[in-house]
């Protein structure tokens, strides 16, 4: 049975997904090489995922504050650049993200649900542009069906079997810029991993672009079917997500890559399926 707090959660991936699959349709992320993401680049990925909580455990908590502040700058610019245009706009509704995630975690403490209200949708908008940013500089399927198995293993060890991730979910809890989608009071507060959702709404936009539409909107049910049968169950804890998800995604990427034979690049997509990106052409 859902709850107010598993409806706002289910809300919110709902919104991340299906911000992300808009997203790509319409806007081109700046300076994205396309076809470019390498092995290299996945194995970097994995060693950051390994190290990241460890870092964030041992590094002053105003150090980790500051980082995860510079990444989502990062993030947003690039999020916002084609939307906007004018870098005065793009600037100034990054600041205004930030510092109102920022004054939300002062004014009103981080365990409350006026700040989790402005920090799901700081996520929301961190995940779509991280999601594009992925995606649109070349990410494969079989990249993230290689990512997905990865986690699968390691959220199974770090979540079920270590404290890793509780340990780090409540060190980040104090923060601005928690990196978790949540809702409800202490005795009733339900969240979900920023990575789980990411890795779910990267998976659609992939799966559109190395297969077809209709594996892209296959990938985009099952994530949200699979999420909202999650939070409809009465679980304990900390639960590991991606035992759920990563499976999904590794059983839809070898359906689709023995159905629909070798993925397609991010130009043979745009020659498939051609579109007009609002404000500039896609790259040849």
Same mark, same amino acid.
Request: glycine share 10%.
């Given at each position: 049975m859902y709850s107010l707090s598993s409806c706002v959660v289910l809300g919110c991936s709902a919104c991340a997904i299906l911000g992300g699959w808009g997203y790509f349709r319409r806007y081109q992320v700046s300076r994205s090489p396309v076809g470019v993401f390498t092995l290299t680049d996945l194995t970097l990925m994995v060693l950051f995922i390994l190290l990241m909580p460890f870092l964030y455990l041992v590094l002053p908590l105003w150090l980790v504050a500051g980082l995860l502040g510079l990444?989502?700058?990062?993030?947003?610019?690039?999020?916002?650049?084609?939307?906007? &245009?004018?870098?005065?706009?793009?600037?100034?509704?990054?600041?205004?993200?930030?510092?109102?995630?920022?004054g939300a975690a002062l004014l009103l403490g981080t365990g409350n649900n006026g700040f989790f209200a402005v920090n799901n949708v700081v996520l929301l908008i961190l995940?779509? &542009?991280? +999601?594009?940013?992925?995606?649109q500089s070349g990410m494969k399927a079989c990249d993230v069906a290689l990512l997905g198995a990865f986690l699968t293993i390691y959220d199974l060890l770090v979540t079920a079997h270590w404290p890793l991730m509780s340990d780090l979910f409540t060190r980040l809890a104090g923060l601005p810029l928690t990196p978790t989608i949540a809702w409800g009071s202490s005795s009733s507060l339900l969240g979900l991993g920023g990575g789980d959702l990411l890795l779910a709404a990267v998976f659609p936009l992939v799966m559109r672009k190395a297969f077809s539409r209709p594996a892209g909107i296959t990938a985009l049910v099952l994530a949200l079917a699979a999420i909202g049968t999650l939070l409809a169950l009465p679980l304990k804890g900390v639960f590991p997500v991606m035992v759920v998800l990563g499976p999904l995604i590794i059983l839809q990427y070898l359906y689709w890559s023995k159905r629909g034979g070798r993925e397609r690049t991010m130009w043979q997509y745009?020659? +498939?399926e051609p579109l007009r990106y609002r404000g500039q052409s896609p790259n040849p």
């Amino acid at each position: 049975m859902y709850s107010l707090s598993s409806c706002v959660v289910l809300g919110c991936s709902a919104c991340a997904i299906l911000g992300g699959w808009g997203y790509f349709r319409r806007y081109q992320v700046s300076r994205s090489p396309v076809g470019v993401f390498t092995l290299t680049d996945l194995t970097l990925m994995v060693l950051f995922i390994l190290l990241m909580p460890f870092l964030y455990l041992v590094l002053p908590l105003w150090l980790v504050a500051g980082l995860l502040g510079l990444s989502a700058l990062s993030v947003f610019y690039f999020t916002w650049e084609p939307v906007l &245009g004018a870098r005065w706009a793009i600037w100034l509704v990054v600041l205004v993200l930030l510092a109102a995630d920022l004054g939300a975690a002062l004014l009103l403490g981080t365990g409350n649900n006026g700040f989790f209200a402005v920090n799901n949708v700081v996520l929301l908008i961190l995940i779509v &542009g991280i +999601a594009n940013l992925w995606v649109q500089s070349g990410m494969k399927a079989c990249d993230v069906a290689l990512l997905g198995a990865f986690l699968t293993i390691y959220d199974l060890l770090v979540t079920a079997h270590w404290p890793l991730m509780s340990d780090l979910f409540t060190r980040l809890a104090g923060l601005p810029l928690t990196p978790t989608i949540a809702w409800g009071s202490s005795s009733s507060l339900l969240g979900l991993g920023g990575g789980d959702l990411l890795l779910a709404a990267v998976f659609p936009l992939v799966m559109r672009k190395a297969f077809s539409r209709p594996a892209g909107i296959t990938a985009l049910v099952l994530a949200l079917a699979a999420i909202g049968t999650l939070l409809a169950l009465p679980l304990k804890g900390v639960f590991p997500v991606m035992v759920v998800l990563g499976p999904l995604i590794i059983l839809q990427y070898l359906y689709w890559s023995k159905r629909g034979g070798r993925e397609r690049t991010m130009w043979q997509y745009l020659q +498939a399926e051609p579109l007009r990106y609002r404000g500039q052409s896609p790259n040849p």
